[in-house]
């Protein structure tokens, strides 16, 4: 039998790299190194990456590697890789859909949650012992019955609302056409959307069509009492307009689970009392991880092959 070769990005699990160790002979390159640390006899070998989706995945790196035919992605957001070179080169790209919307839904409800009742803020009032000292703690926002605007109207935005529902939500959205929904209200502007909700969130895809989509125009149309989500792509927003409303407290709070720079974000973020912070982690579930491997390795498994991709992006 072949032996296949292929270039792993990152560092995987031990339930996802035993299985591909069982398969193919692998190279790794660790998050940020430099392709000169792989051996030579990579780049002759390699026919196929297992990519994470947190590097650059370009044209250099592509053309390092003459036998590459497919690159398998960890993940259902791809703006990393240049698919349009990928596709010219008659290079395969998939990725992992739908086996993460609940996970990644979950998490923006309650960061939604988290952010409106102030529940961290609350928890260190309770362990530093203020509780004892100075009473209770200062009174937040509910969740239920409140205005949320939907920026992204896909697979996670649609489940976003879905379980906003039961507690009472007018809920908007923005999205680039109406869709069928149960009779939520359409915006064809986000500012517009913004001025007319009290939280919104951000599930939309990342790329060049997105970024700065959200910018200070609707940050200001959000206003004083506003939250905002994020659980698409940092690309999304203008992340210098949303430290400087936060720092002005133009609007209340922000909950974000990605940004710019990850994983080293802009240190204003850090002396911020308004906002709650995420590690980039809305599929960080060990079921979920599972299956996204699981289909990773399918993806390469039906490249080896020769059959149809799974879940093809080109």
Avoid at 69 to 75: E, K, R, S
Avoid at 138 to 164: D, N, Y
Wanted: net charge negative; hydrophobic share 40%; aromatic share 8%.
């Amino acid at each position: 039998m072949t032996t296949r070769h292929i270039l792993t990005f990152e560092t995987y699990d031990d339930w996802d790299l035993v299985p591909m160790m069982a398969d193919y002979t692998i190279y790794n390159l660790p998050h940020g190194a430099a392709l000169e640390t792989l051996p030579k006899e990579a780049f002759e070998l390699v026919e196929a990456f297992a990519f994470k989706g947190h590097d650059t995945l370009g044209a250099q790196t592509m053309d390092a590697f003459p036998k590459l035919g497919m690159i398998a992605n960890y993940g259902v957001g791809y703006d990393t890789i240049d698919v349009s070179y990928a596709a010219s080169k008659g290079i395969k790209v998939s990725n992992t859909p739908d086996v993460l919307t609940d996970d990644v839904a979950d998490l923006a409800v309650g960061m939604i949650i988290a952010s409106s009742r102030d529940m961290t803020g609350a928890h260190m009032w309770v362990s530093s012992g203020n509780w004892a000292k100075n009473g209770a703690y200062p009174v937040q926002r509910k969740v239920s019955g409140k205005r949320v605007g939907i920026v992204g109207l896909g697979r996670i935005g649609r489940s976003v609302a879905e379980r906003l529902q039961p507690f009472g939500c007018d809920l908007h959205y923005y999205s680039r056409s109406p869709k069928e929904t149960h009779g939520w209200t359409y915006h064809a502007d986000i500012v517009a959307m913004a001025a007319a909700v009290d939280i919104l969130v951000l599930t939309l895809s990342g790329g060049p069509e997105t970024a700065g989509i959200v910018g200070a125009e609707a940050l200001d149309a959000l206003g004083p009492e506003g939250l905002l989500v994020n659980t698409s792509r940092g690309t999304t927003i203008n992340e210098n307009a949303l430290l400087n409303a936060l720092e002005a407290r133009t609007i209340r709070a922000a909950a974000l689970d990605v940004f710019l720079n990850e994983p080293e974000i802009d240190p204003r973020f850090l002396a911020l009392d308004n906002v709650l912070l995420q590690p980039h982690q809305s599929s960080g579930t060990i079921e979920t991880r599972k299956i996204m491997g699981q289909l990773q390795r399918d993806n390469l498994a039906a490249y080896f092959a020769g059959k149809p991709l799974l879940t093809p992006v080109v």
